[in-house]
């Protein structure tokens, strides 16, 4: 395991109510594969938007990159969200767009001339399996062409870390399989992983292909989960 | 340059990442292109009232003239006697007795030119030439009525004055309009490109979330606005100047309402306000996207 991409130090968050998370902390290693679980509404997606800055912590510290995320001004956010990719909870596509353009959009943001990178993105379609499907709108698409969509727009820009909400939210048995496999080789080149996922066997699934620590949000702390899974 | 370059040629990829907004693009191109109309005229307005004041201050300036009708035996004396009144007069700037040849030639038109000036019993004709503050009219005469029996002063042209008041005021007018309009059309586009940037507040949430920085976004509005408000000024330019054109050409008799036009190069004045309302949209929509960008952070 390398040096820690994310850590968070005693962190606490609520909404303006009741304390959602108190005293949370963890380290991601760079390459490390880390599952997130627990009771819908425990808390998983806030965490994540906290690992990738989209909210700023009650208390406690969060780290990515060695920089303290409460600092950075919003160009430094856009470059720290360019190096974290994020597969979102409900994907989060824009539906003028099509599914090709949605997938380029972080390199079109970016900067990027979509033309120099056509082969990239071409690759990345074939290895989502959506070659045939990139002309469709996001809302011609099923659950799980969205998902892999997501995938796909997440680790275009070739992010150190990703972090996945539910990326098997709305799909069968079989497409949750190809999801993980797809999880599973980002991590074997490298890519630090995080999913948050509800679906325990899912974490079952991983357990064989990939070394993964399990981490469970319960009564607003966070416990690395046991054998008990 | 480059800056400039990018935004009008803009990058078809970018272009696409906000979707347009058909109410806020209607508004800002029928916007522009009223203003760019009602500038035209009120240009043309500006340019016709400055070229009337000018053309009528100047016949102003030379414009009086004192007549001493007297016997041949008093004219010469009389005339000296009128122009050392006026060397001492207040305002007035100079004032010379016009030469025999000199008045022929203005007589010439009426009696040919063989006529014999000297044997006739002309009258003296004294040219008074105004400073910018003028002569108290009423002193002099009273003056020139006590000292100078023969002397009629005829300064015709003074009733003019108050017109040249009234020209540049016009013309002062028309330059307050434009800035008006100016000023107007930058409010308009600031609440269009409000309107766009809150239709859109889902769309720049998902471009912050893959990595676009605020000046992406920011432009990706701009140069869509300053682009619509640069179409509809050259369209309302280019009806505006129809308009002009269509006026009658301009000719003495109708004085100012006729010469309501550019003239020479003046063409060439209309051709900045699509330049200047892009400008005004830029500016507008920079503004109002920097600020809205900071509200949804
Ligand atoms: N924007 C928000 N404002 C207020 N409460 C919220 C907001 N988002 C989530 N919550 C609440 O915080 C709790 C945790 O939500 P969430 O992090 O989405 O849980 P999970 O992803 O584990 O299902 C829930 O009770 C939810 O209702
Ligand atoms: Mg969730």
């Known amino acids: ?229 | 340059m480059t800056f400039l370059k990018a935004l009008l040629l803009g990058d078809a990829q970018a272009d696409r990442v906000v979707p347009p907004t058909g109410f806020t693009a209607q508004l800002t191109l029928f916007v522009s292109g009223a203003m760019a109309f009602l500038c035209v005229f009120a240009l043309a307005l500006s340019m016709a009232s400055g070229r009337v004041a000018d053309r009528w201050a100047d016949e102003l300036a030379r414009a009086a003239t004192l007549r001493i009708n007297a016997p041949a035996a008093q004219k010469a004396a009389q005339t000296e006697a009128a122009l050392k009144i006026l060397q001492q007069t207040p305002g007035v700037a100079s004032a010379r007795a016009l030469t025999a040849e000199e008045q022929a030639a203005l007589l010439s038109p009426w009696f040919g030119s063989g006529l014999p000036v000297d044997s006739l019993p002309i009258p003296q004709l004294i040219e008074v030439i105004e400073d910018e503050a003028g002569y108290d009219a009423t002193g002099l005469r009273l003056r020139l009525q006590a000292e100078v029996p023969g002397a009629v002063l005829d300064d015709h042209a003074r009733w003019r004055r108050p017109l040249v008041d009234a020209a540049l005021a016009l013309r002062r007018l028309s330059v307050v309009s434009i800035l008006l309009i100016g000023g107007a059309m930058a409010a308009m586009i600031t609440l269009a490109a409000n309107a766009a940037l809150s239709a859109n507040a889902q769309v720049i949430e998902v471009l912050r979330l893959v990595g676009a920085q605020d000046s992406y976004i920011a432009q990706a509005f701009v140069r869509r606005f300053t682009l619509r408000a640069l179409a509809g000024g050259g369209a309302g330019m280019a009806l505006g100047m129809i308009g002009v054109l269509l006026m009658p050409a301009a000719s003495d008799e109708g004085g100012f309402l006729t010469g309501l036009g550019f003239q020479g190069v003046g063409w060439l004045l209309p051709l900045l306000i699509p330049l200047l309302g892009g400008a005004v949209a830029f500016v507008a929509t920079t503004r109002a996207a920097n600020k809205k960008l900071g509200e949804l952070a």
């Not at chain 1, 009650?58 to 856009?78: C, E, I, K, P």
């Not at chain 1, 080789?185 to 974490?203: F, P, Q, R």
């Open chain 1, 1 to 229: 395991m390398g040096p820690n991409v994310i850590e968070l130090d005693n962190l606490g968050y609520n909404y303006g109510g009741g304390e959602l998370l108190s005293d949370v902390s963890i380290q991601l290693g760079s390459g490390s594969f880390h599952f997130l679980t627990g009771p819908s509404g425990a808390g998983k997606t806030t965490l994540l938007k906290l690992c990738y800055g989209a909210l700023t912590p009650t208390s406690g510290r969060v780290r990515a990159f060695n920089m303290d995320v409460r600092g950075l001004d919003r160009d430094q956010m856009a470059h720290l969200r360019r190096r974290i990719g994020v597969v979102h909870q409900d994907c989060r596509f824009l539906d003028h767009l099509t599914l090709k353009e949605n997938i380029a959009l972080p390199l079109t943001v970016s900067g990027r001339d979509i033309a120099d990178e056509e082969a990239n993105l071409r690759e990345l379609l074939s290895w989502v399996g959506l070659t045939d499907r990139m002309d469709a709108r996001p809302p011609e698409l099923s659950g799980g062409e969205r998902q892999r969509a997501a995938l796909a727009r997440a680790v275009i820009l070739s992010p150190d870390v990703i972090i996945a909400d539910e990326p098997t939210g709305n799909v069968d048995w079989e497409m949750s399989q190809r999801l993980l496999r797809l999880l599973v080789e980002l991590n074997h080149m490298g890519k630090t992983i995080l999913v948050a996922t509800h679906d325990l066997s899912l974490i079952r699934a991983a357990k064989n292909q990939v070394q993964a620590r399990v981490l469970r949000i319960s009564s607003r702390q966070l416990q690395l989960a046991g054998a008990d899974l």
